[in-house]
């Protein structure tokens, strides 16, 4: 039986139903001629249509693209509003709105700010992960600073700047209940031994915002560093000390191989050519895609918009410093950058899909939940254009999003 628009979107998220007629998207290929099958918040099963129950309920997808919920360990927010904002309403505006662009779970990510406000954004997102909510799950926090190199500092708030050994991480870390990942520049003093309590409480210890040399890296690595946020984004690389060559960061992203990375992939922090680079040298399953997605998402060329104190302008579709020395992060969410990489990076679609579902989910170690279309998986499913547009969205099995048809320039 075949479900009418009126009934799909009132179906209980109890009842079972299928997905037909599309390209079911797995880690490794694309499956045709299959159903996804949904029962309550999680996915039964995928079979051949043919043995479908005759008295099953369908929906016809007309051949679009079926695909696990998208999944972004790096956002700091959209249409306005940041995770540095510790109220419903901005909470409320970013989860929706990554929710209409197929993001399915996010990590609210915090930018350097005063400690202080850094823990009362903690304890808002403890509070609000206790409770079911619309829009995309807030998994956890990524909390990006406040210990990083000023060299590197892009467009973090200098004046807030600080290092591990100074007394405040204990503040930060009576959060660690909901903190995911924590970033931070390896060659601060007391970076090791931030990474080995992070570690122990489970948290993902990730270096970004740093001038560090290979040889200031390495023992950080040995201590448990095991992730790297936005290649060549405020990322060191080789200088030369007299005739010696001494790789930084951006060499070790590319080459050790018990680093996982993200990339930026809105075709403006980074060219083809560079993404292709990253993309040989690291492979779909350790090289994920995040989107640094600041206030400026969603919002019109020339707006401005802010990151804590710091202000920004949307140009060229991007986040930019006023005097254009850095970006300010990207206007861009993973759902287009899914499309940049399979039409200018040459990623097949399977593994271009797997950089923003599966790979996320394991560097946060939901990928048992998370990041696929595997029966007993959280039903978070996503039916997309063929440019990555959404036309539906399935949070834990309930239809959740708008219309293909609001969603704007941005998406």
Known sequence: MSLSDRDKKALPSTAPFALINGRIVLPDRMLTGHALLI?????????????????????????????????????????????NEPTPEAFTAITVENARHGVTSLLATTATAPISELTTCFAFARAWMAQPREGAQVLGVHAEGPYFNPAQAGAQDPTNLRTPDDGSVE????????????????????????????????????????????????????????????????????????????????????????????????????????????????????????????SGAGLPEGARFRMGEMEYEVHDGVGMMFDRSAFAGSTTLINRMVAILIEHVGVPLPEAVRMASLTPARVIHVDDRKGSLQPGKDADVVIFEDDFTPWRVFIRGVRCVAPSSLIGANS
Not at 56 to 75: E, F, K, N, Q
Not at 187 to 211: C, F, K, M, Q, Y
Not at 262 to 284: F, S, V
């Open 39 to 83: 029962n309550g918040p999680t996915i039964a099963a995928i079979l051949p249509e043919s043995e479908l129950p005759a008295s099953m309920d369908r929906i016809d997808v007309g051949g679009r693209i079926i695909a696990p919920g998208l999944i972004d360990i790096h956002t700091h927010g959209a249409v306005g509003h940041t995770f």
């Open 171 to 294: 503040e930060l870390l009576a959060y660690a209940d909901v903190i995911r990942i924590f970033t931070f520049a390896p060659e601060l003093p007391g970076a090791a031994d931030l990474v080995r309590r992070l570690t122990n409480l489970g948290i993902v210890p990730a270096a970004g915002h740093s001038n560090a040399k290979e040889e200031e890296i390495v023992p950080v690595i040995a201590a448990g560093l095991r992730h790297v946020i936005h290649i060549w984004s405020a990322q060191s690389t080789t200088v030369r000390e007299g005739p010696w060559r001494k790789p930084g960061l951006l060499e070790v992203s590319l080459t050790y191989p018990g680093l996982t990375v993200e990339m930026i992939a809105d075709n403006k922090h980074l060219p083809p050519t560079l993404m292709r680079l990253a993309y040989q040298c690291i492979g779909p399953d350790r090289l994920c895609v995040i989107s640094d997605a600041t």
